[in-house]
């Protein structure tokens, strides 16, 4: 093995089609967005209001006990 194979094994990973791999992977969230944008009642405005109830309902107990 001469310098300049092993300048080439310590700089390159040695598997072209990794590389490829790696540049042709998207973003699952980045896909899912576009398809969200593309919706017209995609607005989580639902999935917001279920949230909210779960923290009332969570928190509810403890600070009505407080407040008396």
Same mark, same amino acid.
């Given at each position: 093995?001469?310098?300049? /194979?092993? +300048? $080439?094994?310590?700089? =390159?990973?040695? /598997?072209?089609?990794?590389? =490829?791999e790696e540049e042709g992977e998207l973003d699952p @969230?980045?896909? !899912? +967005?576009?398809?969200?944008?593309? @919706? =017209? $009642?995609?607005?989580?405005?639902?999935?917001?209001? /279920?949230?909210?109830?779960?923290?009332?309902?969570? !928190?509810?107990? $403890?600070?009505?006990?407080?407040?008396?």
């Open positions: 093995i001469g310098l300049e /194979d092993e +300048r $080439k094994m310590l700089t =390159e990973s040695g /598997d072209p089609k990794e590389e =490829e @969230l980045t896909t !899912v +967005r576009e398809q969200c944008q593309q @919706l =017209e $009642k995609c607005d989580c405005t639902e999935e917001l209001f /279920d949230f909210l109830h779960a923290t009332d309902h969570c !928190v509810a107990h $403890k600070l009505f006990n407080n407040l008396k």
